[in-house]
């Protein structure tokens, strides 16, 4: 019983691990993605500075590192599931700050109040991110698992 605690404190340091990193890029990114739109850049341009790239992106990368891991998928989800809620964070803040000083940026559009916003910016905005992240990281998985035993 206790083997298998210490096994799941091993997987779940891993999977914070591996998204430690990407969590701390991802408080930079809206905030920028905000400050470009505050500076009057179009929506089109500033579109690919947004967490749902970011996701794919180290979900692709979390597939290639992890395809070797005994617990490759778990991994994946756990990262996903650890760094996606936390990113999300500072979208919330962002419509706060939006909502309360009228400054009209997307961030503001779309709620009205606070347990709206926090629901729909953090629990479902995270779930729009581990979703695809995970099916991407998983065919990468696969494709790479792949790749690995027609190599052998």
Not at 9 to 18: C, P
Not at 47 to 75: D, M, R, V
Not at 80 to 96: A, D, N, Q, T, Y
Request: no cysteine.
């Amino acid at each position: 019983m206790e083997k298998a605690s210490s096994n799941h404190r091993k997987i779940f340091k891993r999977a914070f691990s591996l998204a430690k990193a990407p969590m701390i890029i991802a408080l930079f990114v809206t905030p920028i993605r905000f400050s470009l739109e505050l500076a009057g850049l179009p929506e089109n341009v500033i579109f690919i500075i947004g967490l749902l790239w970011l996701t794919l992106a180290f979900a692709i990368y979390w597939g290639i590192q992890l395809y070797n891991e005994k617990h490759s998928y778990l991994l994946l989800l756990l990262s996903l599931m650890i760094f996606s809620p936390v990113s999300r964070f500072p979208v919330f803040i962002l419509w706060w700050i939006d909502k309360k000083w009228e400054i009209g940026t997307h961030y503001g559009f779309y709620f009205d109040n606070w347990p709206q916003a926090l629901v729909n910016q953090v629990v479902y905005g995270a779930f729009v991110q581990i979703i695809p992240g995970f099916l991407l990281g998983s065919l990468t998985l696969a494709i790479m698992k792949n790749r690995k035993s027609v190599a052998v």
